[in-house]
DNA sequence: GCTTGACCTCAAGCTTGCTTGAGGAATTAG
DNA sequence: CTAATTCCTCAAGCAAGCTTGAGGTCAAGC
């Protein structure tokens, strides 16, 4: 969390190292690594076995976080990116896609959410919670209903 | 899966072995084991150390799961019945007390996704992400101004 | 009275998404 | 050149929320 030393840029102009990045993206080192061993994104190494990244790797970081703020599992995102011709990083247009796929997700999480509220709203007071009777007991018209795609994203 | 050969309780009326808590509720024995342990949901034993319940704890564990899918994690669930005098089951009283509790942070959740949401229409085919522009990547104002409690419900 | 099936108690394992630590090598500021 | 950083590679740990397995007891049906 301290300033660093020297600018924020290795000697080499294109070349970031796993500390460059770290700091320019906001992501523990350790993080960097761990997405790198799950196919997240890639590195290639200087002649001292260090890391060293182009500057694409900050904005695959940033579909990362942003995929993963809509709830989207790493590996989901591992094979969005990875479905990319090249598995390069995203345009514009590959961004326009996975967003809007991501969308679709979002929406439905928050729709379920919307209803589960709903139905709270409703029976707060009533107190019943009776197996058949009860919307918030039978989780059926939630989670049976939409399979169980469901339960992973909302649980 | 298979239909219970004896009647869904046991033998004398008012208690319920913890297969009969499992059918009813629909909760894995193995799941009434672990809320015990972590003291959502209580028993007595029977001569042979089997365990027993009262017809109480269908109730608790259908709130329990309700809380669940409105994304309270356990310990909270386990403090919101134990701060109830005696810890008692709930009973309507109760449960509106409780459910209106949940749904405050249910309506925090559903609003930051949809806020996110709303972000992510806006920057769709944008494709710039960034850093000191874009809003999807600048979480501040959803992460970093409403406090960490957010990033824990919503990570 | 014997064979199932239901239960019991630990202990360990699983998944997701990382962090922490040990032990050592490379880089860089001065 | 030297000391302070940074980086490297495993291995292990953590949190939540359960499940699975081993080894053994209890209860119920025929």
């Known amino acids: 969390m301290k300033m660093p030393r020297r600018g924020s840029l290795s000697a080499t102009k294109q070349a970031l190292s796993v500390g460059d990045v770290a700091r320019r993206s906001g992501v523990a ?24 990244y182009t500057r694409d790797v900050l904005r695959r970081v940033a579909v990362i976080k942003i995929a993963q703020r809509t709830g989207v599992p790493l590996t989901e995102i591992r094979e969005a990116l990875a479905a990319l011709p090249d598995s390069r990083t995203p345009t ?11 969308r679709v ?14 139905q709270l709203d409703g029976c707060i007071g009533c107190g019943c919670l009776s197996l058949s009777q ?5 989780p059926g018209d939630v ?6 795609g469901a339960q992973r994203l909302e649980r």
């Open 134 to 138: 009860c919307p918030l007991r039978n």
């Open 92 to 102: 514009a247009a590959d961004w326009r896609r996975l967003s809007q796929r991501w």
């Open 143 to 148: 989670l049976g209903g939409d399979g169980e």
């Open 105 to 118: 997700a979002l929406d439905t999480r928050i729709a379920h959410l919307t209803q589960l509220r709903d």
């Open 29 to 52: 080192v350790s993080t960097l690594h761990f997405y790198e061993t799950k196919g997240l994104i890639q590195s290639w190494r200087n002649a001292g076995n260090q890391r060293r």
